[in-house]
């Protein structure tokens, strides 16, 4: 687990596999009432996400992206989680 000055760290699972995690600057997500970010330092927020896209941005300013289906979003004191039932 990072804990360094660029991001924070994140854990995406699915109920097979512990999908990726790592350390970001930011992500963005698909929630239920339309998309939002989480950067470094965001106040604790649980949010319901619907299907549509997520879009990482490393640490080292590279980006990942990928779809999934419903799930969960939690962040609290620098480190995220996100629940999906599906990947693509």
């Known amino acids: 687990m990072a804990n360094s000055d660029k991001g924070f760290d994140i854990d995406i699972v699915t109920p097979q596999q512990l999908f990726f995690s790592g350390e970001v600057s ?3 997500a698909p929630g239920l009432d339309g998309l939002f970010q989480v950067m ?3 106040a604790p927020l649980l949010a ?3 299907q549509g896209n997520v879009k990482l941005v490393l640490a080292d300013k590279s980006e990942k992206s990928f779809a ?5 979003f939690e962040v609290s004191g620098n480190k995220a989680i996100l629940l999906t039932e599906d990947i693509a």
């Not at 999934?68 to 969960?72: H, M, R, Y």
């Open 26 to 28: 930011s992500v963005t």
């Open 40 to 42: 470094k330092n965001h």
């Open 48 to 50: 319901a996400l619907k």
């Open 68 to 72: 999934i289906k419903d799930g969960f």
